[in-house]
């Protein structure tokens, strides 16, 4: 084991490794971003093209009015999610953030069930004026208009 | 006045740094005694003039002056003395204010005390030091004055962030700046010595001290960091691969490298390009972590600004340094001679490894912060979280402490496994019997099993360089490794145990129900509103008992600040040595339920203790290195003074 590297190259010898190695990461990296990275949906998107079942998804939208319920058991919620073309039921167990209101957006993380819901994991609301989930931040007021005007027909 | 005096020290500060890098570069190029004998008093002066800019912020915070725009946004007068003086830093102005101040404070203290590296390298580190605090001064001058005033002054002010209103904001922040901006330093040694071709062992001691400081600081500060995110956000999370935690981790991994590389240098004179780029890239890093959360391109609560003028600036900032230390690196790599040479099996080639794979992870974390980022410039909004980074870090994590059990125990330049063969097997033996053990009694996953044997076989292992040598002759610097080795081992049980054996709970409860989690009784007893200072809350009051022994009270909150109007749940905590009980307070359901959240988490609590211990191996290196340094300098005064009468 104690060979030693031809004197001459050792610095490239070194190189070579450490570019290997960064380069394999690298792959690697990239190879789990394509399986694991979370893709955003609106509701109209979600039932266009559904993702795979089980695969990992954030899903961005209005509550819509009157449409959140809890369960008998007190933790387990359900409502609506829309984006002013379409709506996604979704199920969540857990406290719900402290801004979490009908009419207002969320963005829930979570995975499509078979059943068409879906089942969040972790809910992010509008935190205060100055932190907001980034999707959330980006739907313009118009479309947060339409969408809000579509909730209380 | 105060803020008058403050931003004139701020301005006059800039000036002299510009005078410091004009003066290093004319020195640098043509020598001029005269010249070169007023940068190290320029470094001081600037130092105690930005310092001066500081203080007189935090003076704004502390009087609570209104009429300064910075105070009446962030703060209000209910709030407690620690959040209104550490609200200085709790913003975006002023914890730019505060990172330059760390800098320039930084050089002042190498211009007062460093020696040891031939004064044209020193100059020329200083100069590039000047350069980089420059940008700083301008864009802290330019686009984010924090001694703007308000006219006619504020009435009330607006308040800080009550996410930000913990005790954590006292030390969090201030500590992630200094080992960010220690890196600062160990960039400008490594530009200095490019521009002057001077990479030597001397060099490395004098940067190894900065390294190591601004390392201990990071390490602290994530530690820090990862607690607070853990009991404020009520998620029970500790680490969420959120962007603004991988910005920290960024620099902390490259600064991880950059230590064991300057210690080769130090120690073998190998390695001496590679040290110098890892200077580069640790600071880098440092400056991508800052262009990520302060430039409100990732929104979070450390997102402040929100401006695209201000982004625009630290990408600028980035791509000025980080570009033009590369082109230099690119200019000057080849002419630094190469350095002394080592075998594949040898403690240079183990710390090789190390560096290679803390590298390989740095980008797999970087490559997935950026990834975000990159796809929505196409319109594809996706998100990467805990499923990516997770396992593909352990995959060369995981490995890499193999090599950190083995690497210690390797002599330098030229070893053989047949020589340390015993303990190797020992390590296997530790690893295979832990794994066997962890299998049979529980059924877990893969990755906390891998983890608990290989944090059991480094535990020991951690301490094996000491087999076989007189304990109270052993240097400091030897026993902060195997300390700081150690604590990985604690870190990581901490992380394996609390990812297969924690406990979750949520439940609906009214008054008087019992919870069972895990060997905990929790009883609801009340939910009663309380008032604090500048919030109310209703408080549950939880009678917890840990397999029968006798009950403790635990009471989480809801908590509703006024100003800014914000609530947010406040968990209550109970530490035991095996772990923590978690406790959160959700809302009331109509039939008037509470919601009630808790947490079992075995060993918790050990995450945080490796991370202490990690920190604490790393100061003991520091007292060592430097009272080493101290002695020799010592050392060699006595012999040019015996010399001296000699003559």
Same mark, same amino acid.
């Given at each position: 084991?104690?060979?030693?590297?031809?004197?001459?190259?050792?610095?490239?010898?070194?190189?070579?490794?450490?570019?290997?190695?960064?380069?394999?990461?690298?792959?690697?990296?990239?190879?789990?971003?394509?399986?694991?990275?979370?893709?955003?949906?609106?509701?109209?998107?979600?039932?266009?093209?559904?993702?795979?079942?089980?695969?990992?998804?954030?899903?961005?939208?209005?509550?819509?009015?009157?449409?959140?319920?809890?369960?008998?058991?007190?933790?387990?919620?359900?409502?609506?999610?829309?984006?002013?073309?379409?709506?996604?039921?979704?199920?969540?167990?857990?406290?719900?953030?402290?801004?979490?209101?009908?009419?207002?957006?969320?963005?829930?993380?979570?995975?499509?069930?078979?059943?068409?819901?879906?089942?969040?994991?972790?809910?992010?609301?509008?935190?205060?004026?100055?932190?907001?989930?980034?999707?959330?931040?980006?739907?313009?007021?118009?479309?947060?208009?339409?969408?809000?005007?579509?909730?209380?027909? | 006045?105060?803020?008058?005096?403050?931003?004139?020290?701020?301005?006059?500060?800039?000036?002299?740094?510009?005078?410091?890098?004009?003066?290093?570069?004319?020195?640098?190029?043509?020598?001029?005694?005269?010249?070169?004998?007023?940068?190290?008093?320029?470094?001081?002066?600037?130092?105690?003039?930005?310092?001066?800019?500081?203080?007189?912020?935090?003076?704004?915070?502390?009087?609570?002056?209104?009429?300064?725009?910075?105070?009446?946004?962030?703060?209000?007068?209910?709030?407690?003395?620690?959040?209104?003086?550490?609200?200085?830093?709790?913003?975006?102005?002023?914890?730019?204010?505060?990172?330059?101040?760390?800098?320039?404070?930084?050089?002042?203290?190498?211009?007062?005390?460093?020696?040891?590296?031939?004064?044209?390298?020193?100059?020329?580190?200083?100069?590039?030091?000047?350069?980089?605090?420059?940008?700083?001064?301008?864009?802290?001058?330019?686009?984010?004055?924090?001694?703007?005033?308000?006219?006619?002054?504020?009435?009330?002010?607006?308040?800080?962030?009550?996410?930000?209103?913990?005790?954590?904001?006292?030390?969090?922040?201030?500590?992630?700046?200094?080992?960010?901006?220690?890196?600062?330093?160990?960039?400008?040694?490594?530009?200095?010595?490019?521009?002057?071709?001077?990479?030597?062992?001397?060099?490395?001691?004098?940067?190894?001290?900065?390294?190591?400081?601004?390392?201990?600081?990071?390490?602290?500060?994530?530690?820090?960091?990862?607690?607070?995110?853990?009991?404020?956000?009520?998620?029970?999370?500790?680490?969420?691969?959120?962007?603004?935690?991988?910005?920290?981790?960024?620099?902390?991994?490259? /600064?991880?490298?950059? #230590?064991?590389?300057?210690? &080769? *240098? %130090?120690?073998?004179?190998? +390695? @001496?390009?590679?040290?110098?780029? !890892?200077?580069?890239?640790?600071?880098?890093?440092?400056?991508?972590?800052?262009?990520?959360?302060?430039?409100?391109?990732?929104?979070?609560?450390?997102?402040?600004?929100?401006?695209?003028?201000?982004?625009?600036?630290?990408?600028?900032?980035?791509?000025?340094?980080?570009?033009?230390?590369?082109?230099?690196?690119?200019?000057?790599?080849?002419?630094?001679?190469?350095?002394?040479?080592?075998?594949?099996?040898?403690?240079?080639?183990?710390?090789?490894?190390?560096?290679?794979?803390?590298?390989?992870?740095?980008?797999?974390?970087?490559?997935?912060?950026?990834?975000?980022?990159?796809?929505?410039?196409?319109?594809?909004?996706?998100?990467?979280?805990?499923?990516?980074?997770?396992?593909?870090? /352990?995959?060369?994590? #995981?490995?890499?402490?193999? &090599? *950190? %059990?083995?690497?210690?125990? +390797? @002599?330098?330049?030229?070893?053989? !496994?047949?020589?340390?063969?015993?303990?190797?097997?020992?390590?296997?033996?530790?690893?295979?019997?832990?794994?066997?053990?962890?299998?049979?009694?529980?059924?877990?996953?893969?990755?906390?099993?891998?983890?608990?044997?290989?944090?059991?076989?480094?535990?020991?292992?951690?301490?094996?360089?000491?087999?076989?040598?007189?304990?109270?002759?052993?240097?400091?610097?030897?026993?902060?490794?195997?300390?700081?080795?150690?604590?990985?081992?604690?870190?990581?049980?901490?992380?394996?145990?609390?990812?297969?054996?924690?406990?979750?709970?949520?439940?609906?409860?009214?008054?008087?129900?019992?919870?069972?989690?895990?060997?905990?009784?929790?009883?609801?007893?009340?939910?009663?509103?309380?008032?604090?200072?500048?919030?109310?809350?209703?408080?549950?009051?939880?009678?917890?008992?840990?397999?029968?022994?006798?009950?403790?009270?635990?009471?989480?909150?809801?908590?509703?600040?006024?100003?800014?109007?914000?609530?947010?749940?406040?968990?209550?905590?109970?530490?035991?040595?095996?772990?923590?009980?978690?406790?959160?307070?959700?809302?009331?359901?109509?039939?008037?339920?509470?919601?009630?959240?808790?947490?079992?988490?075995?060993?918790?609590?050990?995450?945080?203790?490796?991370?202490?211990?990690?920190?604490?191996?790393?100061?003991?290196?520091?007292?060592?290195?430097?009272?080493?340094?101290?002695?020799?300098?010592?050392?060699?005064?006595?012999?040019?003074?015996?010399?001296?009468?000699?003559?």
């Amino acid at each position: 084991m104690s060979t030693r590297l031809a004197p001459k190259h050792q610095r490239l010898v070194l190189l070579a490794i450490a570019l290997v190695v960064l380069i394999a990461a690298a792959l690697i990296a990239a190879w789990g971003l394509r399986s694991q990275a979370s893709y955003f949906y609106v509701p109209s998107d979600l039932i266009a093209k559904p993702p795979a079942p089980g695969q990992a998804i954030r899903l961005g939208g209005m509550v819509q009015k009157g449409s959140l319920k809890t369960d008998a058991d007190g933790v387990t919620i359900h409502f609506m999610v829309g984006d002013g073309k379409a709506h996604v039921p979704v199920s969540y167990s857990g406290i719900v953030p402290d801004l979490f209101t009908e009419g207002s957006g969320v963005v829930a993380e979570g995975r499509l069930a078979p059943g068409g819901t879906f089942v969040a994991d972790n809910l992010l609301a509008k935190h205060d004026e100055n932190y907001v989930p980034r999707e959330l931040k980006d739907m313009t007021e118009a479309q947060k208009q339409a969408a809000v005007q579509e909730t209380t027909k | 006045m105060i803020a008058e005096l403050g931003l004139a020290a701020l301005w006059l500060a800039a000036a002299l740094a510009l005078l410091q890098l004009v003066c290093g570069v004319m020195v640098v190029r043509r020598d001029d005694a005269a010249l070169a004998s007023v940068i190290r008093p320029l470094a001081v002066v600037q130092g105690a003039l930005a310092a001066l800019a500081f203080g007189a912020l935090l003076l704004c915070f502390a009087r609570f002056d209104l009429s300064v725009k910075l105070v009446a946004m962030n703060s209000r007068d209910a709030q407690p003395l620690i959040f209104q003086i550490a609200g200085t830093w709790g913003n975006h102005e002023g914890s730019m204010l505060m990172w330059v101040t760390i800098m320039s404070l930084a050089g002042a203290l190498i211009a007062l005390i460093e020696r040891r590296v031939p004064e044209r390298t020193m100059i020329a580190t200083l100069a590039t030091q000047a350069f980089v605090g420059l940008g700083f001064y301008a864009f802290l001058l330019i686009a984010s004055n924090p001694f703007e005033r308000l006219d006619p002054p504020a009435q009330q002010g607006l308040g800080l962030n009550p996410a930000l209103q913990d005790i954590g904001l006292a030390y969090h922040p201030p500590t992630l700046y200094f080992g960010y901006v220690g890196l600062s330093v160990a960039f400008s040694f490594a530009v200095g010595a490019l521009i002057t071709r001077q990479v030597t062992p001397a060099f490395a001691r004098a940067m190894r001290p900065w390294v190591l400081g601004a390392w201990i600081f990071l390490t602290l500060g994530i530690t820090a960091g990862s607690y607070w995110a853990y009991y404020e956000l009520g998620w029970g999370g500790w680490w969420f691969w959120d962007p603004t935690e991988n910005a920290s981790l960024m620099p902390w991994l490259a /600064a991880t490298a950059l #230590l064991h590389s300057v210690s &080769v *240098l %130090a120690a073998r004179d190998a +390695l @001496r390009t590679w040290t110098i780029m !890892l200077g580069v890239v640790a600071f880098s890093m440092s400056m991508v972590g800052t262009f990520l959360v302060r430039s409100g391109i990732l929104t979070s609560v450390h997102a402040f600004a929100i401006d695209p003028e201000r982004g625009a600036f630290i990408l600028g900032l980035l791509a000025l340094y980080v570009g033009s230390a590369l082109v230099l690196f690119a200019l000057r790599a080849g002419t630094v001679a190469e350095g002394e040479r080592f075998a594949v099996t040898s403690r240079e080639g183990a710390l090789v490894v190390n560096n290679v794979v803390l590298c390989a992870l740095l980008a797999i974390v970087l490559v997935g912060t950026l990834y975000p980022l990159v796809t929505e410039a196409y319109g594809v909004r996706v998100s990467v979280g805990p499923p990516y980074f997770t396992p593909v870090s /352990a995959l060369f994590f #995981l490995p890499m402490l193999v &090599v *950190l %059990a083995v690497g210690p125990l +390797l @002599r330098w330049r030229r070893d053989s !496994l047949e020589r340390i063969q015993r303990p190797l097997v020992l390590f296997f033996a530790i690893a295979v019997i832990a794994l066997a053990g962890v299998w049979f009694n529980s059924s877990i996953g893969f990755l906390p099993l891998v983890g608990m044997a290989l944090a059991a076989m480094l535990a020991v292992a951690s301490f094996a360089p000491a087999q076989g040598r007189n304990l109270r002759r052993l240097p400091l610097a030897v026993w902060g490794m195997m300390i700081a080795h150690f604590g990985i081992a604690v870190a990581l049980f901490g992380m394996a145990a609390d990812s297969a054996f924690t406990v979750e709970k949520l439940v609906a409860a009214k008054e008087g129900d019992t919870v069972e989690i895990g060997p905990w009784l929790a009883t609801l007893k009340t939910v009663e509103p309380v008032a604090g200072p500048n919030w109310t809350a209703l408080e549950a009051t939880l009678a917890v008992s840990y397999e029968g022994e006798p009950g403790k009270a635990l009471r989480p909150q809801q908590r509703s600040f006024w100003a800014p109007a914000q609530k947010t749940s406040e968990s209550a905590l109970l530490t035991r040595w095996n772990g923590q009980l978690y406790t959160v307070l959700g809302d009331q359901a109509e039939d008037g339920r509470w919601q009630l959240r808790l947490w079992w988490k075995p060993f918790v609590t050990w995450i945080w203790y490796g991370g202490i211990l990690i920190g604490l191996g790393g100061l003991l290196a520091l007292i060592g290195r430097v009272g080493n340094d101290l002695k020799r300098r010592h050392a060699q005064v006595r012999i040019a003074r015996r010399k001296r009468t000699a003559e």
